[in-house]
């Protein structure tokens, strides 16, 4: 007991102890009637670290009293797999419950290895409950995901993570023997990033921190603990998103260096150079878009290219990318565009569609003047004609606004010459 860290200790047995996820596991939520209700289908477990997946899947199993089999996609193979359903299969007998095999990391499974599972989950030989950090829309393969539903963990909440550190400190075995008091916990929460294991790791790094007798725990002590041992609370690649925001960030302010640092620290991590590569795809299009409209594309073939060579070759066009866009001229104009629209969506609600923009594919449409006085733009001088197009009284709306660089320069200088709205 005392060489488990206190994550592992302070693990939940059962629905009670439950912390967070009241959205499954309330009371007449989905999860909560599947499991009183015994019959339980596969399903996949979707959300960021330290958030209770594995928690969940072994309390459904303890609460069903169905067989449990652990594989992480990290280190097994089809074999293993097999294996796994040779055992279900020969566990299973007349009307007995079929066996729960729980899959960490499902999106590292390789298609041949989501191969191996579909004649089983189709059967009923095993109940599949997979764990996943990333959209499994991308991950996991079709024939598989259809035979799942898919239900998304959210990051806890701060009161559920401050109810975390008191139940650890008064309910842990060791941690109740000394005497702690928690004065602060802004700061173990903020270094947590709502992963409740990072929290439980962090808790007991800074207690061991501080030595022997009486501990107080306040904002400074973390700091400072954490600050002096800055690798003791990333075990296992635990800081998985803050190192990704930090390649982000360094690309956004265009620091080529720190950027493929971040990237390089990410794949030593082990992490998917999918993963990296769709991130890539995402700060394309977000930071650097139409002062670069290329950067996308770059970043897109990056990713086929990482998809199909796989590392760790992998390493050298996502080099490459990261370098592109890290210098490339910046520019987050469409994002706020999108945004800003939205936002107006949500003000105005549903405002009509003018008339002459309307679709008239039937008599009565075109009596109803659907359609009428649209001009069409080829027709003009430069296939350009002054007409509205947004509802009458969002005309003047501008949410689109480009941004200072060479190549937005030159798409202001058009907008200039067809609307009035942007001269000013």
Same mark, same amino acid.
């Given at each position: 007991?005392?060489?488990?860290?206190?994550?592992?200790?302070?693990?939940?047995?059962?629905? @009670? $102890?439950?912390?967070?996820?009241?959205?499954?596991?309330?009371?007449?939520?989905?999860?909560?009637?599947? #499991?009183?209700?015994?019959?339980?289908?596969?399903?996949?477990?979707?959300?960021?670290?330290?958030? &209770?997946?594995?928690?969940?899947?072994?309390?459904?199993?303890?609460?069903?009293?169905?067989? *449990?089999?652990? +594989?992480?996609?990290?280190?097994?193979?089809?074999?293993?797999?097999?294996?796994?359903?040779?055992?279900?299969?020969?566990?299973?007998?007349?009307?007995?419950?079929?066996?729960?095999?729980?899959?960490?990391?499902?999106?590292? *499974?390789?298609?041949?290895?989501? $191969?191996?599972?579909?004649?089983?989950?189709?059967? &009923?030989?095993?109940?599949?409950?997979?764990?996943?950090?990333?959209?499994?829309?991308?991950?996991?393969?079709?024939?598989?995901?259809?035979?799942?539903?898919?239900?998304?963990?959210?990051?806890? @909440?701060?009161?559920? +993570?401050?109810?975390?550190?008191?139940?650890?400190?008064?309910?842990?075995?060791?941690?109740?023997?000394?005497?702690?008091?928690?004065?602060?916990?802004?700061?173990?929460?903020?270094?947590?990033?709502? =992963?409740?294991?990072?929290? +439980?790791?962090?808790?007991?790094?800074?207690?061991?921190?501080?030595?022997?007798? =009486?501990?107080?725990?306040?904002?400074?002590?973390?700091?400072?603990?954490?600050?002096?041992?800055?690798?003791?609370?990333?075990? =296992?690649g635990e800081q998985h998103y803050d190192i990704v925001s930090a390649m982000i960030k360094s690309i956004r302010g265009g620091d080529p260096n720190a950027a493929v640092y971040w990237m390089a620290r990410m794949?030593?991590?082990?992490? =998917?150079?999918?993963?990296?590569?769709?991130?890539?795809?995402?700060?394309?299009?977000?930071?650097?878009?139409?002062?670069?409209?290329?950067?996308?594309?770059?970043?897109?073939?990056? *990713?086929?290219?990482?998809?199909?060579?796989?590392? !760790?070759?992998?390493?050298?066009?996502?080099?490459?990318?990261?370098?592109?866009?890290?210098?490339?001229?910046?520019?987050?104009?469409?994002?706020?565009?999108? $945004?800003?629209? #939205?936002?107006?969506?949500?003000?105005?609600?549903?405002?009509?569609? !003018?008339?002459?923009?309307?679709?008239?594919?039937?008599?009565?449409?075109?009596?109803?003047?659907?359609?009428?006085?649209?001009?069409?733009?080829?027709?003009?001088? &430069?296939?350009?004609?002054?007409?509205?197009?947004?509802?009458?009284?969002?005309?003047?709306?501008?949410?689109?606004?480009?941004?200072?660089?060479?190549?937005?320069?030159?798409?202001?200088?058009?907008?200039?010459?067809?609307?009035?709205?942007?001269?000013?």
């Amino acid at each position: 007991m005392e060489n488990k860290p206190l994550a592992e200790r302070m693990r939940p047995k059962s629905l @009670e $102890d439950y912390i967070g996820q009241q959205h499954l596991v309330g009371p007449g939520k989905v999860l909560r009637k599947m #499991i009183d209700s015994g019959v339980v289908s596969s399903f996949i477990l979707w959300g960021p670290p330290g958030v &209770g997946k594995t928690t969940l899947a072994m309390i459904i199993a303890e609460q069903l009293k169905r067989p *449990f089999y652990v +594989l992480s996609a990290v280190s097994s193979g089809v074999k293993d797999v097999r294996e796994v359903i040779q055992k279900a299969e020969g566990q299973r007998f007349f009307n007995t419950p079929n066996p729960i095999l729980f899959i960490d990391e499902i999106h590292r *499974f390789s298609k041949a290895q989501q $191969d191996s599972l579909l004649a089983a989950v189709e059967k &009923g030989t095993v109940t599949l409950i997979g764990a996943t950090t990333e959209n499994p829309s991308f991950e996991v393969i079709s024939p598989l995901l259809s035979r799942c539903q898919v239900y998304v963990l959210k990051s806890q @909440e701060k009161k559920d +993570l401050e109810d975390l550190i008191d139940r650890a400190v008064t309910k842990d075995y060791y941690l109740s023997k000394r005497n702690i008091t928690v004065k602060e916990k802004e700061a173990m929460i903020s270094y947590s990033g709502g =992963d409740a294991r990072k929290l +439980l790791n962090i808790l007991e790094l800074v207690v061991n921190g501080l030595g022997e007798g =009486d501990i107080v725990i306040d904002n400074e002590a973390v700091h400072r603990e954490l600050h002096e041992n800055p690798l003791m609370y990333d075990k =296992d690649g635990e800081q998985h998103y803050d190192i990704v925001s930090a390649m982000i960030k360094s690309i956004r302010g265009g620091d080529p260096n720190a950027a493929v640092y971040w990237m390089a620290r990410m794949l030593q991590g082990g992490e =998917d150079p999918k993963f990296i590569a769709r991130r890539l795809i995402i700060s394309a299009a977000e930071d650097i878009g139409l002062a670069n409209p290329n950067a996308i594309l770059i970043a897109n073939t990056c *990713f086929e290219v990482v998809h199909k060579i796989g590392m !760790p070759e992998a390493r050298i066009p996502l080099s490459e990318c990261v370098i592109y866009l890290a210098t490339s001229p910046k520019s987050n104009s469409a994002y706020l565009a999108i $945004d800003a629209a #939205i936002a107006t969506v949500k003000q105005t609600g549903n405002s009509p569609v !003018p008339l002459h923009l309307r679709n008239a594919p039937t008599k009565l449409m075109k009596d109803l003047n659907y359609g009428q006085d649209y001009k069409y733009p080829h027709d003009y001088p &430069g296939n350009f004609v002054d007409q509205p197009y947004l509802p009458e009284e969002l005309k003047d709306k501008k949410f689109y606004q480009p941004q200072p660089n060479a190549q937005e320069a030159k798409i202001l200088e058009r907008l200039k010459a067809w609307w009035r709205k942007y001269r000013g």
